[in-house]
Nanobody
């Protein structure tokens, strides 16, 4: 059974930094894409950043230049390094992994709160 476990969320002041990590386990199939999404209260879940098996990245305009996504395919982990955090970044951040022959799986989410 696939399990995605996020870690690293918490409370940080505006302008600060925070790192998130996600460890995937329980699947013998290859990973196509890994990514981070977030959902703020009253809003729909939105893409933050994705990274392919080959290392190609994509970022939401709102986080470009501030967030960096990385992955270790061999270890089935994906990380998100967040800097220059803004109150608007406050949300629950979800890890997403797309497996070959299996589709998408989601973590339970980790809260990131940025205070002003």
């Amino acid at each position: 059974q696939v399990q995605l476990v996020e870690s690293g969320g918490g409370l940080v002041q505006a302008g600060g930094s925070l790192g998130l990590s996600c460890a995937a386990s329980g699947s013998s199939f290859s990973i196509n894409v890994m990514g981070w999404y977030r959902q703020a209260p009253g809003k729909q879940r939105e893409l933050v950043a994705t990274i392919t098996k080959g290392g190609s990245t994509n970022y939401a305009d709102s986080v470009k230049g501030r967030f960096t996504i990385s992955r270790d395919i061999a270890k089935n982990t994906v990380s998100l390094q967040m800097t220059s955090l803004k109150p608007e970044d406050t949300a629950v951040y979800y890890c997403n992994v797309n497996y070959r022959f299996m589709g998408d799986y989601w973590g339970q989410g980790t809260q990131v709160t940025v205070s002003s």
